[in-house]
């Protein structure tokens, strides 16, 4: 994957919206964007970072993080090239040890 931007793209059935990804503020609130928008909207595209990914809400058993192995409780990122699904933690903060950013899990 590419090194972090400085910009990520939001997509949905309502719209697109670019957003600054630059630093840790701007991705946390990139985060509570996209969990927000995914409680309201079925599935939501997110473009940051090289990679792009369909986000949605986690119904029923919660899935797995292929990089960090903890536990997508609510919200789950699946790239659309198929390689795996991931927290929204470890797709916003992909440089951390485990992927997490500031937030807890």
């Known amino acids: 994957m590419s ?6 793209q939001v997509r949905c059935a309502h719209g697109t919206v670019v957003l600054p990804a630059s630093d840790p503020y701007d991705r946390q609130l990139l985060r509570e ?8 909207v079925p ?13 949605s809400r986690t119904r029923g058993a919660a899935g797995t993080c292929a990089k ?15 390689r795996g699904a991931q927290c929204l933690d470890c797709v916003l903060w992909p440089a951390c040890d485990k992927g997490h950013g500031p937030a807890p899990h």
Request: charged share 30%.
């Open 43 to 55: 599935d939501v595209t997110l473009a940051v970072d090289g990679g792009r990914w369909t986000v």
């Open 3 to 8: 090194e972090q931007t400085n910009s990520a």
């Open 68 to 82: 960090c192995a903890q536990r997508t409780p609510s919200v789950r990122c699946v790239r659309v090239d198929g």
């Open 33 to 40: 964007h996209v969990e927000e928008l995914t409680r309201r």
